[in-house]
Antibody
Framework: QVQLVQSGAEVKKPGASVKVSCKAS????????IHWVRRAPGQGLEWMGV????????SYAQRFQGRVTMTRDTSTSTVYMELSSLRCEDTAVYYC???????????????WGQGTMVTVSP | EIVLTQSPGTLSLSPGERATLSCRAS???????FGWYQQTPGQAPRLLIY???SRATGIPDRFSGSGSGTDFTLTISRLEPEDFAVYFC?????????FGGGTKVEIK
């Protein structure tokens, strides 16, 4: 079945970086864009950016520009999200999500990863 | 940036009752790029509605979406125990993509 499986929980110090992986299976990896979304404790969902698994091109939310990098490895059908210069406010569950319509990132998110808890604490 | 405002923040209802959730956009958007998600504690969000009114695969027909322009509605015709959750609206037609703040549907 179609699924996205994310890497495990992380605990980081302020100023450090974290890299979360998202492994896709059950579909043609290069056909569907993958987005990253986070949810901080007690907050709503926040869009971080998107990657095209085919060409590797990306688009990031302005508030994360300069701190976030999304990459992909087509040989393992895995996308990665790296967030640098971590602050306590980055404590959140990070999700990857696949779009439902091929070849467009302007599409609803039909499959989500299980989430990765990232805790930033001194 | 399109701001999505959901109301109410919390909805207290009993199983079997009807739930009506609202989402208002700060500017008009195409209904083709509007959806709703459900999230229960410890789980990832689940797509319920896309294109404002189309149910996603496997979603029961007690869930329905409607609206256009700046005002959208999610209706749950008869609440089942598993429907008590947080619901988010989402616009995915304009960057940055944005979500509403959520409506919690709780058991009364």
């Amino acid at each position: 079945q179609v699924q996205l499986v994310q890497s495990g929980a992380e605990v980081k110090k302020p100023g450090a970086s974290v890299k979360v992986s998202c492994k896709a299976s059950g579909y043609t990896f290069t056909t569907y864009y993958i987005h990253w979304v986070r949810r901080a404790p007690g907050q709503g969902l926040e869009w971080m950016g998107v990657i095209n698994p085919s060409g590797g091109d990306t688009s990031y939310a302005q508030r994360f520009q300069g701190r976030v990098t999304m990459t992909r490895d087509t040989s393992t059908s895995t996308v990665y999200m790296e967030l640098s210069s971590l602050r306590c406010e980055d404590t959140a569950v990070y999700y990857c999500a696949k779009v439902g319509r091929s070849s467009s990132w302007y599409s609803a998110f039909d499959i989500w990863g299980q989430g990765t808890m990232v805790t930033v604490s001194p | 940036e399109i701001v999505l405002t959901q109301s109410p923040g919390t909805l207290s209802l009993s199983p079997g009752e009807r739930a009506t959730l609202s989402c208002r956009a700060s500017q008009s958007l195409s209904s083709s790029y509007f959806g709703w998600y459900q999230q229960t504690p410890g789980q990832a969000p689940r797509l319920l509605i896309y294109g404002a009114s189309s149910r996603a695969t496997g979603i029961p027909d007690r869930f329905s979406g409607s609206g256009s322009g700046t005002d959208f509605t999610l209706t749950i015709s008869r609440l089942e125990p598993e429907d008590f959750a947080v619901y988010f609206c989402h616009q995915y037609g304009s960057s940055p993509l944005t979500f509403g703040g959520g409506t919690k549907v709780e058991i009364k």
